[in-house]
């Protein structure tokens, strides 16, 4: 059964719900050992993502989060997309909610004028890898990356998606 989805904007109504589903896919699903504890953008959402031109949005099933993404205002007009992860049973073409999170983030960018997006991911996430180029995300060397680009230990695969060519 597919339900209907909803991209919304974060508020720590979710907070908890965020947490979980963050945490849970880290965890069981890629086995990377990490708490909420260290990850203190998440203890924060709003102060971390949704200031100066970022942004931070839930995809809700029903009243459960099922999916997530942030865009990391880093400066000069260029954001880092960050924790994109959708609940398994939510995942693929047929339920479109990675691409609606994607969308969502996107127009926003473009909205607010953002000329790149860049993001980092890890080796293990290979339908990640598809989906961002799939999306037109270009893999650059980690020396592409802007100086204020948050890179996370576990990333060894970075891409970038230009707004205004």
């Known amino acids: 059964m597919i339900m209907n989805i909803s991209i919304e904007s974060y508020s720590d109504l979710y907070k908890q719900q965020v947490l979980d589903l963050i945490v849970n896919i880290q965890r069981?699903?890629?086995?990377?050992?990490?708490?909420?504890?260290?990850?203190?953008?998440?203890?924060?959402?709003?102060?971390?993502?949704?200031?100066?031109?970022?942004?931070?949005?839930?995809?809700?099933?029903?009243?459960?989060?099922?999916?997530s993404i942030a865009l990391l205002d880093i400066g000069n007009n260029r954001g880092a997309l960050r924790k994109m992860f959708v609940k398994a049973d939510f995942r693929g073409k047929e339920h479109g909610v990675g691409q609606a999170l994607l969308d969502t983030?996107?127009?926003?960018?473009?909205?607010?004028?953002?000329?790149?997006?860049?993001?980092?991911?890890?080796?293990?996430?290979?339908?990640?890898?598809r989906f961002y180029e799939k999306n037109n995300f270009q893999e650059v060397p980690v020396t592409e990356l802007p100086a204020a680009f948050p890179v996370m230990a576990v990333d060894v695969k970075f891409y970038k998606y230009e707004l205004y060519i």
Do not use: C, M, S
């Open 28 to 67: 069981n699903e890629f086995n990377v050992a990490i708490t909420t504890d260290e990850q203190p953008d998440l203890q924060d959402i709003p102060g971390f993502y949704q200031n100066k031109q970022g942004d931070f949005w839930v995809a809700i099933a029903g009243t459960t989060v099922v999916g």
């Open 105 to 129: 983030l996107l127009a926003w960018a473009k909205q607010k004028e953002f000329v790149a997006i860049y993001l980092g991911t890890t080796e293990k996430f290979l339908a990640a890898h």
